[in-house]
């Protein structure tokens, strides 16, 4: 059963940091990995998606990469901003790509303080 | 938002009774999800569908049913509504060849 772990669970930086997020996931064979973001009360929102065949992706001052035979991801956030205060989640497929789901880890709380 | 709509979306209900949640979806696409949101658990997937009538069971499927008559509706029903399936509830779909997921606003269930 595939199972996704991230670290740190929370945590807090000064406006201005560039930081990382990690997530671990323990079977390397997934089809893709998605990172979410998901302020209080909200539903989640994709911010990237990085297939399996893949490295990096970025999306503006966001860029995600995958190494699949180490089991990792990071997400790296460039000159944060208080606006990025949120709670980020990575999910993966299962096995093979199926649209069975996503298995999602518990996520990372980011507050950026101004 | 990828054109998601729950609704209730807020709903307190007594043990026992029956809820139905349902998913709306505006763009046609085949495959719709629901997952629940539970502090130290994460996000958990319920039952998901991959067309009309087609559907199949999740992680924690135990105590809900689903239908999915129409494309664009996925409902997600409790039988017998118990207090630990107070939950904020997420219904998703997925897009494009790759599998992206989008997800709804939630709805937020309380069973006293």
């Known amino acids: 059963k595939q199972e996704v772990t991230q670290i740190p669970a929370a945590l807090s930086v000064p406006e201005g940091e560039n930081l990382v997020l990690n997530c671990s996931f323990t079977d390397s064979a997934i089809y893709n990995l998605q990172w979410f973001r998901q302020d209080p009360g909200k539903g989640l929102t994709s911010l990237l998606l990085?297939?399996?065949?893949?490295r990096e992706q970025t999306s503006g001052r966001l860029n995600a990469s995958l190494d699949k035979s180490s089991g990792r991801s990071t997400l790296y956030i460039a000159a944060s901003q208080p606006g990025d205060s949120a709670t980020y989640l990575c999910?993966?497929?299962?096995?093979?790509?199926?649209?069975?789901?996503?298995?999602f880890g518990k996520g990372t709380h980011l507050i950026i303080q101004p | 938002d990828a054109g998601i709509t729950q609704s209730p979306r807020h709903k307190v209900t007594e043990t026992g009774t029956p809820v139905t949640l349902r998913c709306h979806q505006t763009e046609n696409h085949r495959y719709m999800y629901w997952y629940r949101q539970d502090p130290g658990h994460g996000l958990r997937l319920i039952h998901y569908s991959y067309g009309v009538k087609d559907t199949d069971k999740g992680e924690v499927s135990d105590g809900y049913s689903v239908s999915r008559s129409k494309t664009e509706d996925f409902l997600l029903t409790l039988e017998s509504a118990t207090s630990s399936q107070t939950s904020v509830y997420f219904c998703?779909?997925?897009?494009?060849?790759?599998?992206?997921?989008?997800f709804g606003p939630g709805t937020r269930l309380t069973v006293t």
């Open positions: 990085i297939q399996s065949s893949q």
């Open positions: 999910a993966v497929p299962p096995r093979g790509g199926g649209a069975d789901g996503l298995t």
């Open positions: 998703a779909i997925s897009v494009g060849v790759h599998g992206e997921q989008y």
